[in-house]
């Protein structure tokens, strides 16, 4: 089946991932010292057993920023093991955030724009499907972006997480696609492939860094790469 739809995840995907940078900023500073990429690999170790708690469930916007609290204090704890001040940080975390976010600057990988240009172009229809709090439909809007997604669907806004897939489903109604004329494309396999699965979508894992092994799914380096799976 011909894709007329493309869904893309957003930070690891589009964005490159400040949350790394943000962590590692307000934990160095508090006396708790982590690089970017030791954050990032913590998250990458906890993040599939969060998902099993909380990604089908159907979350209030509060018990949504509640249970990504829960997430950094679970990152915490295992960047941290002997340290009992994992839940102290993850509120701390909380009060920090906007700050700090400030003056970390927003980035793009090299080839978002392009690929979308071209597919919008081309005539695909896109949506955004993203695991983030309500304001990245704003921070898409400051990118520039907004003009190439017919809807944007933000886990804080909709109340489900990848990789339910009522998140995909509304990504579907938005485009007027069918799942098999649609395909996903994000950076962590258990949200975003086993996700875009559940709703019957096609999931493409992006992996970028090569941070995967073998994986039962398709998988690419680059955006771009992403037209040699949509006939």
């Known amino acids: 089946m011909k894709k007329t739809a493309i869904f893309f995840d957003f930070g690891g995907t589009l ?13 160095t500073g508090n006396g708790y010292p982590a690089t970017p990429d ?3 690999s913590a998250y990458f170790a906890v993040e599939p057993a ?21 997430l950094d204090a679970t990152v915490f704890g295992h960047l941290f093991p002997d340290s009992p001040e994992s839940e102290r940080l993850s509120h701390l975390m909380r009060k920090m955030w906007a700050e700090v976010q400030r003056s970390i600057p927003l980035e793009l990988y090299p080839d978002v724009e392009p690929t979308l240009r071209r597919l919008s172009d081309d005539g695909y229809k896109l949506a955004l499907v993203s695991n983030a709090p309500p304001d990245v439909a704003e921070t898409v809007s400051d990118l520039g972006l907004g003009r190439y997604f017919q809807v944007i ?16 489903k509304i990504a579907l109604r938005g485009t007027g696609a069918e799942p098999d ?18 709703a019957g979508v096609e999931g493409l894992l992006i992996d970028r860094d090569g941070r995967y092994g073998e994986v039962d799914c398709p998988k690419i380096r680059g955006l771009g790469d992403v037209y040699g799976f949509l006939e």
Do not use: C
């Open 181 to 198: 004329e649609a395909i996903h494309v994000g950076d962590f396999y258990e949200a975003d492939v086993k996700g875009a699965r559940n």
């Open 15 to 27: 964005l490159v991932m400040r949350r790394d940078r943000i962590i590692s900023r307000i934990l």
């Open 38 to 40: 030791e954050v990032g």
């Open 50 to 70: 969060w998902l099993l708690a909380y990604g089908d469930r159907k979350l209030t916007p509060e018990q949504s920023e509640e249970s990504y609290r829960v």
């Open 153 to 168: 669907v933000v886990s804080g806004v909709a109340g489900v997480s990848k990789p339910n897939p009522e998140i995909f």
